[in-house]
């Protein structure tokens, strides 16, 4: 079990510290409305895990117990997407896109929250990468695989929320190491393509 799960919670950070769409809004939050507004976007994005979860430990745990075989094309199909999201990633441009503009004046909390959780509630990629990436992490599919999906979410959440917080707590000090040191966008960019690419491989291998 712990060797499953101190590698997911690795490959979680390492994800979750890649600037992507949620991480730059709950920065871009606590930059232009403080830290308090950050922090409830943040939580609005971590909730919306509960449901990608949610559907993937009944779907896939309904799979595991139909065929072995249809969970293995699985996991081949998770480790292929996640090749090809390195791919992306390889071919992309390695600049941040930074901007104050994507938050429209000082909204209520609640408007805050919800926005959040529709945003990765309603990303199709998020429900994508979520089948691809957890079903390799299972320590035990012959066991109760709807607790171990429960568990991994839980640890995803729980690692995303920190980090989100943490962002929107230090978003004006992360906003200007990001504007002063244009270069940064590729490190991030390389550490996403060896990310993807050791997920993708712990899950075949």
């Known amino acids: 079990m712990i060797e499953q799960l101190i590698p997911f919670l690795t490959a979680s950070v390492l994800l979750t510290l890649s600037p992507g769409p949620d991480i730059i809004y709950v920065l871009v939050q606590g930059v232009t409305n403080g830290k308090k507004y950050g922090i409830v976007t943040a939580l609005g994005l971590v909730s919306g895990i509960i449901i990608h979860t949610s559907l993937v430990a009944f779907g896939i745990s309904a799979i595991i117990k139909q065929s072995e075989m249809l969970f293995f094309i699985i ?13 992306q990633v390889f071919k992309s441009d390695p600049k941040i896109a930074f901007s104050t503009t994507a938050v429209d004046g000082k909204k209520g909390l609640f408007s805050l929250f919800k926005r959040g959780f529709l945003m990765n509630v309603l990303n199709p990629k998020v429900a994508i990468f979520f089948l691809a990436f957890f079903p390799g992490f299972l320590w035990d599919p012959t066991g109760n695989t709807v607790l171990q999906f429960y568990l991994l ?53």
């Open 75 to 87: 996991r081949l199909l998770g480790a292929a997407y996640l090749f090809y999201l390195a791919w």
């Open 153 to 205: 979410g839980f640890i995803f959440l729980l690692q995303a929320f920190i980090i989100f917080s943490t962002v929107s707590i230090l978003a004006g000090k992360i906003s200007k190491y990001l504007q002063s040191h244009p270069h940064s966008g590729l490190i991030f960019k390389w550490l996403q393509v060896l990310v993807f690419l050791g997920i993708g491989i712990f899950i075949l291998v």
